[in-house]
């Protein structure tokens, strides 16, 4: 019966029913063929660039183990505003509202990358400030503050000086970290070292070269452990950057490209109110001006003062010593370039209250490294946020360093063309990043912060976590106090970084192109 | 059920090719996700912004909920499209590619990121309506085929 049904069929099917039937079947053809064929062109992708770059994705260094074996560690905190407590935060403090507010949250970068911290085995033994608030701060911070261990400190023991000298004098403290408005950084770190202490000093070292040959002269004869606050160096796109450069992957890099990108009052260092408008704490009362002026000239009291310091070169050297220093730090991490031969800078106040300011919001600063063959040019500008990135242009590929690495092939490069052509690399776009992906902020991160990370100031990935990069830095400087060896921004470093940033304040100052004379280490 | 009659030979090719096209994009999409390593729905669910973002957003919240979700997509999409192209069972399969671009669409509706509620989404989705609506299927394709078989045993 069944038989006999299917020959009824075929009988009654025609040759073009079929072809009717089927006649769609071979779109299915084109579309596998178009399938492998996309497939086929990313895994080659995949293989050029790992072949030809010679780069793998693990990372650079991996962090040690979670124990710390070292004696404990007694810290003095001379100055303890608002970077003092993140690198109170970097040796395992922070306050319990801190901690308590993101523990409640469902996830928090912030406080998985603060989990992520060793326990450095360190005491805050003392702290002094000026400002009785900041003091007490540093206090509770020192008694009740939580360890990444989720432990409160318990330290009962923590003491308050009102001078840093009294501080120093006291000879149960092993080593200090000056965290004061930059114009005292030179004296303190003179008169600590002299006392006998190990120092971590905030940048920028000093206003002039003189307070500078002095801190260098020593440092250098002490041998006590010395770094510089120029975090940079930990990030692990900007040791993957050097990999890079030494490589040669970039072809010869001729100039390097750092900005300054801000549109805020306080990204131009007005910062005596909250963002909602409400002024900051502090008066004659509660905060010692005779003590915070120091050796600068007398002025009358101005909280405006107090806490935007940084516009008046009577206390700091303006963009140089704020910004363009870590971008020199950074850069000279990367391409090794020490001093250099000449810089320009000019600029001016052209948005903000000229009467408010000597620092100025339009700023370039451009530094020539004719030995090196390549010139570093800094732009600066506070009145636009716009992200014009940190870029080393080579002959062949551009880099853009930042929280992430990217790299990107040059149209005209010799070394990609054919692959540009081929379409495996498309100039538009990134061949290469690190790391892979993008670092993640949670919601409670401000904008500032934010600011800071995007641009790699914060944090880093090591071994797939977040880390804070101000840590690592601290813990280096702790390493090499218990174990010896030396810190990345050592006295040396520290010195060559100041030097370029002290040229580019007195070229703007002076209005004139200003060299350094290696042989007489003088910039004239 | 005799629809031939009623579409002229252009109108017939460009239904087809309508099909097809369609079909096409579908079953790429598909097979890319099936061969695309770990691909979740996951990015896409927490994107939705409008009235059911609760839902969508729920769907990601849960291992199992989700990966039935990757897996209706993924084979949603591979059978859909098979079905356009080969013809066979196509007005149903249009149906349910209808659904699933209008579920697309109102997870993020194009009127609340731009002025316009146009988007791609509403072209497939409607362009799924008319392939359900004007079946092409049982002129070329297997369901013609079965057309044939099934009229031949009933006569």
């Not at chain 1, 007490?136 to 989720?150: C, F, H, V, W």
């Amino acid at each position: 019966m069944g038989e006999s049904k299917k020959n009824n069929d075929s009988k009654k099917i025609s040759r073009r029913d079929i072809l009717k039937g089927l006649a769609t079947t071979p779109v299915l053809g084109v579309l596998a063929y178009d399938f492998l064929k996309k497939r086929a062109a990313e895994k080659v992708k995949k293989k050029v660039v790992n072949l030809n770059l010679g780069l793998n994705d693990k990372d650079v260094s991996v962090q040690s183990s979670k124990e710390n074996t070292g004696e404990l560690l007694r810290i003095g905190i001379i100055g303890v505003g608002s970077r003092a407590n993140a690198l109170i935060k970097a040796l395992g403090f922070v306050s319990p509202d801190w901690y308590n507010a993101r523990a409640k949250l469902k996830s928090s970068n912030s406080l998985e990358k603060y989990n992520n911290q060793e326990m450095l085995n360190v005491e805050i033994a003392a702290v002094c400030d000026v400002f009785d608030l900041h003091a007490e701060n540093g206090l509770n911070l020192a008694r009740y503050g939580i360890q990444p261990n989720g432990k409160p400190a318990n330290n009962k023991n923590v003491k308050r000086y009102f001078r840093y000298q009294d501080l120093l004098a006291d000879k149960s403290i092993d080593a200090v970290i000056i965290a004061t408005p930059d114009f005292h950084h030179a004296r303190m770190t003179i008169d600590a070292i002299n006392a006998g202490k190990h120092v971590y000093c905030e940048k920028t070292m000093s206003l002039t070269e003189e307070e500078l040959h002095d801190v260098y002269h020593t440092v250098k004869k002490s041998g006590l452990v010395f770094q510089l606050g120029h975090q940079l160096s930990k990030s692990e796109s900007y040791k993957k950057a050097r990999e890079i450069v030494n490589k040669n992957i970039l072809g010869k890099v001729t100039l390097i490209e750092a900005t300054t990108n801000r549109n805020t009052p306080s990204g131009a260092w007005y910062r005596h109110l909250y963002s909602n408008g409400k002024p900051k704490p502090g008066s004659l009362k509660t905060i010692d001006w005779e003590q915070w002026l120091g050796t600068t000239p007398k002025v009358p009291f101005s909280i405006d003062r107090y806490y935007g310091w940084a516009r008046y070169f009577s206390y700091d050297t303006g963009l140089a010593g704020q910004l363009l220093s870590h971008e020199i730090d950074g850069i000279n991490q990367i391409m090794g370039f020490g001093i250099p031969h000449s810089v320009v800078a000019s600029g001016g106040i052209y948005f903000w209250d000229k009467s408010t300011r000597d620092m100025p919001d339009t700023f370039q600063v451009t530094l020539e490294f004719p030995d090196r063959e390549f010139s570093v040019l800094y732009s600066a500008t506070l009145a636009n946020s716009r992200q014009r990135g940190r870029v080393f242009m080579g002959h062949d590929a551009s880099m853009e360093v930042g929280n992430r690495l990217k790299l990107y092939a040059n149209p005209d490069s010799p070394k990609y063309i054919n692959k540009i052509k081929s379409g495996l690399i498309s100039p538009s776009e990134p061949f290469y990043t690190y790391p892979k992906k993008p670092l993640d902020l949670d919601a409670i991160t401000s904008a500032t912060e934010r600011y800071y990370a995007e641009r790699g100031l914060t944090d880093t990935k090591v071994g797939g976590k977040n880390i804070d990069i101000t840590y690592l830095h601290i813990k280096e400087w702790l390493d090499v106090i218990r174990n010896g060896g030396t810190t990345a921004c050592n006295i040396d470093i520290a010195y060559m970084d100041t030097v370029a940033v002290l040229m580019a304040h007195k070229s703007y100052v002076e209005k004139r192109r200003v060299q350094w004379d290696p042989i007489k280490r003088k910039i004239v | 059920m005799t629809h031939k009659f009623l579409f002229t030979k252009p109108q017939i090719t460009l239904l087809l090719l309508l099909r097809l096209i369609v079909g096409y994009h579908f079953l790429f999409e598909g097979i890319d996700k099936l061969f695309t390593p770990n691909w979740t729905a996951a990015p896409f669910l927490l994107q939705a912004n409008w009235v059911f973002s609760n839902i969508f957003h729920w769907l990601t919240g849960n291992t199992a909920v989700l990966s039935v979700i990757n897996f209706l997509n993924i084979w949603g999409q591979i059978l859909i499209g098979l079905s356009l192209i080969l013809g066979l069972f196509s007005t149903s399969a249009a149906i349910f590619g209808a659904l699933m671009m209008l579920s697309y669409y109102i997870a993020v509706p194009p009127f609340l990121s731009a002025s316009t509620f146009v988007d791609k989404n509403l072209f497939e989705l409607f362009s799924f309506l008319i392939i359900a609506l004007f079946p092409t299927s049982d002129i070329i394709g297997i369901d013609f085929l079965m057309k044939k078989l099934k009229g031949d045993e009933d006569g």
